[in-house]
């Protein structure tokens, strides 16, 4: 089945960077929707970006000026960006898909990832 594994998370200063990664492992034909999504201790979990296969993005509007959603379709996986950090950012970021082909059949999820822990902090 499809499994989503995410890398980049950790320790930064405020004002730093980091950029996370989600690869989508198994023998994957094309996603129709991958992206990020992010949860602060005692709050719901929220979306930070999203892209289509297409190149379509949706950010949301409290982070759209500091990040940068991107990806390798080649490689199956996302990208996010993320600058001018600060302690508010703090959160478990988590990679979510939509609609994956897999062997001829699609699958329209959803599928999530464990979650990488960014925490921004001096």
């Known amino acids: 089945q499809v499994q989503l594994v995410e890398s980049g998370g950790g320790l930064v200063q405020p004002g730093g960077s980091l950029r996370l990664s989600c690869a989508a492992s198994?023998?994957?034909?094309?996603?129709?929707?991958m992206g990020w999504y992010r949860q602060a201790p005692g709050q719901e979990r929220e979306l930070v970006a999203v892209?289509?296969?297409?190149?379509?993005?949706n950010y949301a509007d409290s982070i759209k000026d500091r990040v940068t959603i991107s990806g390798d379709t080649a490689k199956n996986t996302v990208y996010l960006q993320m600058n001018s950090l600060k302690p508010e950012d703090t959160a478990v970021y988590y990679c979510?898909?939509?609609?994956?082909?897999?062997?001829?059949?699609?699958?329209?999820?959803?599928?999530w990832g464990k979650g990488t822990l960014v925490s921004v902090s001096s």
């Open positions: 979510h898909a939509n609609g994956v082909t897999s062997m001829g059949v699609f699958y329209a999820g959803p599928y």
């Open positions: 892209m289509t296969r297409t190149g379509s993005t």
């Open positions: 198994g023998t994957i034909s094309s996603i129709n929707v």
